[in-house]
């Protein structure tokens, strides 16, 4: 009986050791490793854009997002209409020409160390579950810059506003005499007009950045009724 009262002590003790020492050590040891090899890049699921940076050096990282804005900056965005194409770049020169300012411009430099630091700049605990999340859920930091949505409006009506017609409201308007008849009025049809939309492309602009894509963006064109009508 003291045999049997032994080894279930044992037993217990064994499960015991595991739950509160060796456990606990393992997931200790898991955790400095972890951090170790994460010392000086960023943490696993953090991304810019559709660009994972998890595993990266800040240098690394500013590299590849400088790759990926050297292209945008070289090629320009193709907006389209119908027929008609123009290339907008992120940096225009001013009507004199003597200088050159960016309608577009994305700060790799402050995301990266923005990315770098999630996971960092908090207590222990909330960097410990966004370390978690960030690895099964993924992370998008977001991305630094400023883009010129009022200078970008303008340079797509400029180009395109030609494809814009006003609508035309139903008016009286006055006949000169004839032959066979004498003067007289009639109530002219009202005509629907035709808008671009320059709001939703520049959102499609502005999602396309924040991924690092300079993908072609066609405008969309909308009907506008007049306001007042023959019948």
Not at 145 to 158: A, C, P, Q, V
């Amino acid at each position: 009986m003291d045999i049997i009262k032994k080894k279930y002590l044992f037993g217990w003790l064994k499960v015991f050791l595991v739950v509160f020492f060796i456990i606990p050590i393992v997931f200790v040891s898991i955790f400095f490793i972890f951090e170790k090899k994460y010392e000086n890049k960023i943490y696993p699921g953090i991304y810019a854009g559709d660009i994972a940076l998890s595993g990266k050096t800040t240098t690394e990282a500013v590299e590849i997002l400088n790759k990926k804005l050297d292209i945008i900056n070289q090629d320009g965005i193709i907006f389209y209409y119908d027929y008609y194409q123009t290339t907008l770049f992120p940096l225009v020169s001013s009507v004199t020409g003597d200088m050159a300012y960016h309608i577009i411009d994305v700060n790799a430099e402050i995301t990266v160390n923005n990315a770098f630091d999630l996971g960092r700049n908090r207590s222990f605990l909330e960097n410990l579950k966004f370390k978690i999340n960030s690895a099964i859920n993924n992370h998008h930091v977001n991305i630094l810059g400023n883009i010129n949505s009022d200078e970008i409006n303008k340079f797509l009506f400029d180009n395109f506003s030609r494809f814009e017609t006003p609508p035309a409201n139903a008016e009286l308007v006055y006949v000169a005499k004839t032959k066979l008849d004498g003067d007289k009025f009639i109530v002219q049809e009202e005509k629907y007009g035709q808008v671009l939309d320059y709001e939703k492309a520049i959102v499609k602009l502005i999602k396309n950045i924040h991924s690092f894509n300079n993908s072609p963006i066609e405008l969309t064109a909308s009907v506008k009724s007049p306001e007042i009508f023959k019948k």
